[in-house]
């Protein structure tokens, strides 16, 4: 069995082909290296350095390989960045979801699995997020994740393609020392890129409505990550019905005050953050319940706050 990982030399990408390999499925990556890494593909792994909006690369590297479905994981990440260069964002994330459906068609491949994100619930109104808590995204980002979804769904209706989208939280960690998180836009590698230099990592506000006033975020590992996207991809080829949409999240928050604990901990530099204004529109609290895909695709949390820390700390030092 053979699956096309768009997005595969990604930090979150890499983690899923190495999840394939060491569930028997054959991995065929395709990455243009706009963030990614040709270095975190492994050796013998096939790869296409190219776009996903290279829908006739899609197609034949699809037949060639013979896959039986895509694991779309490429795209442009950065919310933030997103209201400045919404464009740009609406190409790489939703034209680009075209053309990977496109190239599905014409190669007669039948399943996907879309990486999609919190972002598309904006600023929910609820201490726990679950899949029936409203999309009210905020920024070109999250937008262009929902019509991702829409995209599937409606291609889904179309011609009876398989399809599921996983709505990712804060992915952290490492899962192997040869990959880490390179986001310039990412707390853990903010907080590290400080610590290395020498400066103190900040807190953005610390008189929030929560146990110890800082923002409280939903983190998962990546490797666990990674794990429920092999179980999704081998019940689509199976042909077993799964929903449309699964948050993958913990059901259960860390402050980032406990973070910045954790980081002085595992990394052995003693540091008391510096405390700065909050930053507009941060939520005190987003926390989403991961029952659904727990029940369906096995997730589940198998690191704790320690693990997330020091696997992506021993990854960073590998660098």
């Keep these: 069995m053979s699956w096309l990982v768009t997005g595969g030399a990604g930090y979150i990408g890499s983690h899923v082909v190495r999840a394939f390999l060491d569930a028997g499925i054959d991995p065929v990556v395709v990455d ?43 795209g442009f990440k950065y919310a933030g960045v997103s209201v400045q260069q919404p464009l740009h964002c609406y190409e790489q994330n939703v034209t680009g979801t075209i053309s990977v459906l496109r190239a599905m068609q014409a190669a007669d491949v039948g399943s996907i699995v879309f990486s999609s994100s919190a972002a598309t619930y904006g600023t929910p109104d609820t201490d726990l997020v679950t899949e029936a808590t409203p999309t009210r995204p905020e920024s070109p980002y999250g937008e262009s994740k929902l019509i991702g979804e829409w995209l599937l769904a409606d291609q889904g209706t179309a011609t009876g393609l398989r399809q599921v989208s996983l709505r990712y939280f804060n992915v952290v960690g490492s899962g192997t020392p040869q990959l880490y998180d390179t986001s310039p836009h990412n707390l853990f590698p903010l907080v590290f890129e400080a610590l290395i230099a020498g400066r103190t990592p900040r807190i953005n506000g610390d008189d929030y409505a929560t146990p110890d006033g800082t923002c409280v975020r939903d983190y998962i590992h990546v490797a666990d990550l990674a794990a429920a996207h092999v179980v999704a991809a081998r019940k689509l080829d199976d042909g077993v019905g799964l929903r449309p949409v699964y948050n993958l999240g913990s059901g259960d928050g860390v402050s980032v005050a406990q973070i910045m604990a954790a980081m002085a901990d595992v990394t052995g530099i003693a540091f008391e953050p510096v405390i700065a204004p909050r930053r507009p529109g941060d939520p005190a609290r987003i926390v989403a319940s991961g029952d659904l895909a727990h029940a369906d695709l096995d997730w589940t949390m198998r690191h704790t706050l320690h693990d997330m820390v020091a696997t992506a700390w021993a990854a960073r030092k590998n660098a």
Excluded at 32 to 45: I, K, M, R, Y
Excluded at 46 to 66: A, C, E, W
């Design 32 to 74: 243009d290296l706009s963030s990614g890494h040709e270095e975190f593909v492994p050796a013998g792994v096939p790869f296409y350095r190219g776009s996903i909006l290279d829908t006739d690369l899609l197609t034949s590297v699809l037949k060639d390989h013979g896959a039986s479905g895509v694991m779309h994981i490429a």
